[in-house]
Structure formats: structure tokens, C-alpha cells
């Protein structure tokens, strides 16, 4: 059995979903607004739109003076504008209100077997914090999907002033823990930013495996997780 103490996650895609794809609930969004946008479209568009901001303004925009929510606004309106949504102040008003509709639950959804996981985890008397590539609403959508009680601490990339892959947010992580590197794990659904950067920095780690990535050549079978009800069977057998 591994001897751990620290059990770290990932958020999106690991614990939390969305509900629905962007381009659909925005273009809803959209709709009761008076405008007609196919979710498509708008999808496509969103993602184009995020990928140009990520490069320009990594991270959220922490280290450029951009504070996340107008990172996020300024993505959202530009997924609008590339779909055909003149820019104004109405849009402005539409991508406010959608920043905000994605800090509740009305848009995220927990992966099958989280809250049992995550309960049993805590019977056991692991230590839990979150490691995840957010801005500053993840708590309070913690909160609001009723996961937040379950963590001694929750660590954004925002807050870090790094984004995984970058070893700085795990070795913050160990600091908040409070345990050495080979007394904790990473639990994660991506093989880049959660399974090889924690190991990166001596930790353990686990890949969820999910629909839309295929089989990871490097990563031991035991170290894969088909579902997180798998995880504490594979602590026990490590």
C-alpha cells in the first residue's frame, strides 16, 4: 500500500463537468437575450476565441494586470463577435451575466462516483487539496456543488501564479499539505498537466481515463483509473 498522506485533484473533468457544451449554453443564454446564434457556431467560436487569449495572456492575464473576470468577459465576447454578434453594450451585459451563471451548479455537473470517492477518501484520513488551472470562482463553485467541504485547501493557478504543468503550483501544494513529495498523490484526467508534472516533482499520481483521450503508452496500468471509484484500490495495491 502506498504510504500517503496528501491526495491532491484536479477539478474539470476529474470531479466537476459542464453540463452542456459552451456554444449551446451560451447561445440559450443568447436567446432569451433577443439574439439568434447557432451553438455550433458559437462553440467553434468560443474555442478559437479562448485559444488566442490563452497565448496572449497566459494564465488568466496574472502576471499582465488583467484581473480573470476580464479575461473571461473580453474571451466571451470575442467568441460572440467571431460569430456574428455586433459588439456593444448589450453584449458586454450578455457576457457578464454569463461569467457569472458559471459560478453555480446550473452548469456544472460531479463525474460519476466524486462525492463517494471523495467521502471515502476522507474516511480514511487522507489530507485533500485542490491542484486546478481555474481563476478565482472555483470555490465558490465548490461550494455551490457541494465538494468544497471536502478539501483542507483549494490552490488555483490564478492564486499560484503558475499553471500546471509548471512544478511551482504542485511544490505550493506540498507546502500547504504540509508532507513530503512521496507522501502525496495527484488524482487527474490529463497525462501532461496531472499525471507527468506531478511526478515531475516526486509526488505519486493517477490518470482518470476519459472518452476523449485514448490510451496513454507511458502510464502503468496500475496508475489508471477507469473510474475515481477505482483510486483507493489502487492506493491499496501500490
Not at 476580464?70 to 463577435?81: C, L, M
Request: glycine share 8%; net charge positive.
Amino acid at each position: 500500500m502506498l504510504r500517503l498522506r496528501l491526495l491532491t485533484w484536479d477539478v474539470k473533468d476529474t470531479l466537476l463537468r459542464l453540463r452542456r457544451p459552451v456554444g449551446q449554453s451560451y447561445a440559450a443564454e443568447a436567446r432569451a437575450q433577443g439574439l439568434q446564434v447557432q451553438p455550433e457556431a458559437l462553440g467553434r467560436a468560443f474555442r478559437e476565441a479562448y485559444g488566442a487569449q490563452s497565448r496572449r495572456f497566459p494564465n488568466y492575464g496574472r502576471g499582465q494586470g488583467l484581473s480573470s473576470r476580464q479575461w473571461w468577459v473580453d474571451v466571451v465576447k470575442q467568441a460572440f463577435v467571431l460569430s456574428g454578434v455586433p459588439d456593444g453594450a448589450a453584449l458586454t451585459a450578455l457576457a457578464e451575466k454569463l461569467y457569472r451563471d458559471y459560478c453555480s451548479s446550473h452548469n456544472w455537473e460531479l463525474l460519476p462516483g466524486a462525492e463517494e470517492t471523495l467521502s471515502r477518501c476522507r474516511q480514511r484520513g487522507f489530507r485533500m487539496g485542490v491542484v486546478s488551472n481555474f481563476d478565482n470562482r472555483l470555490e465558490n463553485i465548490l461550494s455551490q456543488c457541494n465538494l468544497r467541504h471536502h478539501f483542507e485547501f483549494v490552490l488555483t493557478s490564478e492564486a499560484a501564479g503558475a499553471a500546471k504543468p509548471n512544478r511551482r503550483i504542485f511544490e505550493e501544494a506540498l507546502r500547504l499539505g504540509g508532507v513530503p513529495p512521496e507522501q502525496a498523490a495527484h488524482v487527474g484526467d490529463d497525462y501532461t498537466r496531472d499525471y507527468r508534472a506531478a511526478r515531475a516533482v516526486g509526488m505519486h499520481s493517477f490518470l482518470l481515463h476519459t472518452a476523449r483521450h485514448g490510451p496513454e503508452p507511458e502510464v502503468p496500468p496500475e496508475h489508471v483509473l477507469p473510474t475515481l471509484s477505482h483510486l483507493l484500490a489502487r492506493i491499496e495495491k501500490g
